[in-house]
């Protein structure tokens, strides 16, 4: 993999790297994070998904109004490498990190994506970066994730829905 300057690295820097990036994808989940609010968040070794629960231990079902469309978060591990240059990884905030396209492409809305008994299905509802993610990052990144010309590549992520709950680890391989 091409790196980046450890400081928040620039737009051209990103596209650089990416473009540079080679090598078959595995589908499997490099990290799994569950968000408990305020910005905190906790690395897991496996983790169990419900349909109406979502990632447990993860704040979306405490939200106000839990979108099933915004029910679990994925971001390609390649890309959050990039981003995050030397910072920890978890600091994306998405719930799997997982060496997968996640291109439009690759993974149309309402794809669906198993390992083992567990179905996750890819919602259209969109996962562009925040403010949050530019104090994390810095501005180039988040402009790169959510550039208009690259909303087909999802390099931000893609929301997903639990339709078959049950449990997941580190290394697992998600399959189309």
Sequence with gaps: MT?????SPSFAALEEA?????????????LLVARLGG?????????ELCPERGLIGDRW???EQPSLGRQITLMDVRVAQLVCAGKEMHLSGDNLLVDLDLSEVALPVGSDLRVGSVCLRV????????????ARFGLDALKWVNWRAHRPRRLRGVNCQVITGGTVEIGDCLRR
């Design 3 to 7: 790196s980046v300057d450890r400081a």
């Design 18 to 30: 990416w473009s540079a990036q080679d090598g078959a994808r595995t589908g499997a989940i490099e």
């Design 39 to 47: 910005g905190d968040h906790r690395c897991l070794t496996e983790a």
């Design 61 to 63: 079902e405490r939200g």
């Design 123 to 134: 919602t259209q509802e969109p996962h562009r970066g925040c403010k949050i993610f530019a």
